[in-house]
């Protein structure tokens, strides 16, 4: 079982749109079962009263555009901003974070990354270097997706998976 935790810093665009895609793309490869794929906040701020907001209305459309959500797989309706914990780092095999300042936030929350779990998720496979823009504050939710995408597709290739069907 390979458990991807996707981070961003609200949980409301970047990682619940880079979950759910990388949940379109297993469920279409017919490899789900063998993942656990969930996605976290590195603030507090979209959490209100213990309880987080929905995705972000344009983040949802750009999903729905591309024919995601319509399985109870990807079904992200009931998806919720959740902030990220100590006990993720141990939980999960991979914390996917969509820019740098978002890696700090999570090793401050969780310590140190003693076994290389927390990556930059277009670091995979070759080390760009490279975030993912907030389309909180760009607006481009087109560019946000394709960058998701990109990193979602090199991410199971790096696995070892063969995405030619999904392409």
């Known amino acids: 079982?390979?458990?991807?935790?996707?981070?961003?810093?609200?949980?409301i665009c970047r990682?619940?749109?880079?979950?759910?895609?990388?949940?379109?793309?297993?469920?279409k490869l017919g490899i789900q079962d063998n993942f656990i794929i969930e996605?976290?906040?590195?603030?507090?701020?979209e959490i209100w009263g213990g309880e987080g907001n929905p995705i972000y209305p344009p983040a949802k459309e750009m999903l729905r555009k591309q024919g995601i959500g319509r399985t109870p797989y990807t079904n992200f309706s009931g998806k919720?901003?959740?902030?990220?914990t100590k006990a993720d780092y141990n939980k999960y095999d991979y914390l996917l974070c969509a820019?740098?300042?978002?890696?700090?936030n999570v090793t401050g929350?969780?310590?140190?990354?003693?076994?290389?779990?927390?990556?930059?998720?277009?670091?995979?496979?070759?080390?760009?270097?490279?975030?993912?823009a907030d389309p909180w504050y760009t607006g481009d939710f087109v560019a946000t997706y394709s960058d998701v995408r990109y990193a979602c597709?090199?991410?199971?290739e790096y696995l070892g998976y063969d995405t030619s069907a999904i392409r």
């Open 1 to 11: 079982m390979i458990k991807v935790l996707f981070i961003c810093h609200g949980n």
């Open 15 to 27: 990682s619940p749109m880079s979950e759910f895609v990388l949940k379109d793309m297993v469920e």
């Open 109 to 132: 929350i969780t310590g140190p990354d003693t076994e290389g779990k927390v990556k930059l998720m277009l670091d995979i496979p070759n080390k760009t270097g490279r975030s993912i």
């Open 153 to 156: 597709l090199n991410f199971l």
């Open 39 to 45: 996605s976290a906040a590195t603030s507090s701020e």
């Open 80 to 84: 919720r901003a959740r902030q990220i």
């Open 99 to 104: 820019d740098s300042a978002n890696i700090r």
